[in-house]
């Protein structure tokens, strides 16, 4: 066993080789338990690869575990599970967002600068994060979110969607939100994908395109959405170097208004558009974080965590003015 913590087992094979087991799925095991992997991700060598997933283990005949609902998640597949929701006793979640802010990410390493540089900015003020499901879907599998619990730099989490494993779980990111809101009691949100995001280098197919869904649903619920800018000055890709083609896909294709927030005193490109956009400068502090994005710890890449940073600051000095 390498390690172990709510919903996932790290554990060495026989071979050599890592993998990792979902025990809400397919329960834990032990040294010496015969199990069967998917390879998959290996061998692509996916950017999240190094680690087989387990199976099933044949150590056990069947495996059980009390359902908290009546509604499924990984619905038709083997390892369809009833997670329950959130919905189904809460009661009217339809009172809207009354202007709470919504930070919306790109990749999920912006969901740990997002929340350093909001408990910088207003300390004490809960965090809620709404995690889709356009990437990863067992939120256990994250150590940023695991460690963002253990430092309370997130009061509580929502899976929406296919995504799974959250303190709350919802139907869809809109409900998310609400939940967020009104249940998990946020006094901002910050929406993302898990780890592992999609991207093939096309217009239009990355994972992260769910963004325009995020910003619909907190305009929509009264919300006040603030788009993280994906920004980077050590991308060897010119289309994520300087403003990302994601955010820039996302600006473009949205039409609703969203907030920007820009390190003050950092020239923006033609692509943010201050009218349009509502871009607002912000103070960064600086922050000691520790995040990887695209194989590149944040020391790498200073200009990733400064504009990620700024959506933190101005979510929350929202939360600030309003005390």
Known sequence: MLSERTGLQRVALEDGSRAYVLTEL????AVGDRVVVNTTAVDLGLGTGGWHVVHWNLARHEWTSPGRGHVLKLRYTSLQADVGVAEEGAGDLSGG???????VCDLHSQVGVVAAAYARTAPGRRLVYVMTDSAA????LSDLVAGLREQGLLAATVSAGQAFGG???AVNVHTGLLVAAHLARADAVVVGPGPGSVGTG???GFGSLD???AVEAASRLLGMPIVAVRWSGADARDRHRGLSH?????????????????????EVGEDLQPERHRLWPVEVPDLDVEVETMGRRAADDPAFVRWTAAAGVLAAGVVRSVE
């Open 26 to 29: 397919v329960g834990p095991v």
């Open 97 to 103: 967002l009354g202007g709470l802010p919504v930070v």
């Open 137 to 140: 879907l067992p939120l256990a």
């Open 167 to 169: 303190d709350h779980e």
């Open 202 to 204: 096309t217009a239009l």
């Open 211 to 213: 963004a325009l869904a």
């Open 246 to 266: 994601h955010t820039a896909t996302v600006l473009a294709l949205t039409p609703w208004p969203v907030f920007l927030a820009c390190p003050a005193g950092e």
